[in-house]
Each structure stands twice: as C-alpha cells, then as structure tokens.
C-alpha cells in the first residue's frame, strides 16, 4: 500500500482487536495531523537555510502531550513522503514529567498518571514538564556538502 521502508503500521496492527485496531486508526489520524505540522515547520527551517534535504529530526514528546510515540513514529513514515524529509529519520526523545507543588514548593519527577508531590505527597501540582511536543533539532544536509560530480 505504502512505499515505506519501514513496516510498522503493519507490525502495529496485525494481531490485534478489532475494537483496538478502530482506536489506533482513529488516534492515528491526530498523530498524522501533529507530523503534517512538525512537517512544514521543518520544510521552512530547510529553506530558510537553503538546505534541500532533512536527515535527521529529533523531537521531544511528553508522556502528558497526547501523542503515542509508536504511532507518531508510524504517522511519520507516511507523512514525509514526497517532501524534503522523504528520507529523514525521526528520533523521539521522550521526556519525563516534573511537577511543581503548590503545597510545599518542591518540584519533582512523578508518573504520568500520579502526579503528586514526590516530596510532601500533596496533589495540589501544576505539571512544568512532561507535556511537550518540540522540535528539538532539525538536521540538514547543505548542497555544498555534497561531493562534487567526477
Ligand atoms: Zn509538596
């Protein structure tokens, strides 16, 4: 169906329920959506440096940000086709979430679905980290990079 390189999508869904296959599209459309943008930021980037091609992104995904990381990685896969990053690998950093307690003050690591002070055990936090979604890095190969034609 695809031209890809990788099978993910395949390896994603095969085996799996129904009813869990139907989540994973639908969630899998958003994960599209946020590579289509993440997408035309980096075109942009590309040809605000006069570069053709894109290499390499790395991203910063929080486990709070609403994006499933294997899915974003599968989203991408198609989303590149035909642009400048058509042959760019994606790295998913992921992130950890940090809170910060209106109780004590004191901000620290917690889990996704706990997020409570680590330090007093109060649940009046504010999440400072672990929410994001950033492009971290974009890297570019330049023309003059390229080894000249003998
Ligand atoms: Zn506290």
């Known amino acids: 169906m695809f031209n890809m390189r990788t099978h993910r ?3 994603l869904y095969a085996g799996v329920h129904t009813r869990t296959r139907q ?3 639908i969630q899998s459309v958003h994960e599209l959506s946020v590579c289509q943008a993440l997408l035309m930021q980096v075109a942009e980037i590309a040809v605000g440096r006069g570069a053709r091609v894109v290499e390499r992104i ?6 709070l940000c609403g994006v499933e990381p294997a899915l974003l990685a599968s989203a991408f896969a198609v989303a590149r086709i035909g642009g400048c990053a058509a042959e760019a690998a994606l790295l998913i950093e992921s992130t950890s979430v940090t809170v910060s307690c209106m109780s004590c003050g004191a901000q620290s690591q917690t889990k996704p679905n706990r997020l409570i002070c680590a330090l ?3 649940f009046r936090t504010r999440v400072v980290a672990g929410d994001e979604l950033r492009l971290r890095r974009v890297e570019l190969r330049m023309p003059e990079s390229r080894l000249p034609l003998a």
């Open 9 to 11: 999508p395949q390896r």
């Open 23 to 25: 989540r994973l599209t």
């Open 58 to 63: 790395t991203i910063e995904v929080g486990p």
């Open 120 to 122: 007093c055990g109060g």
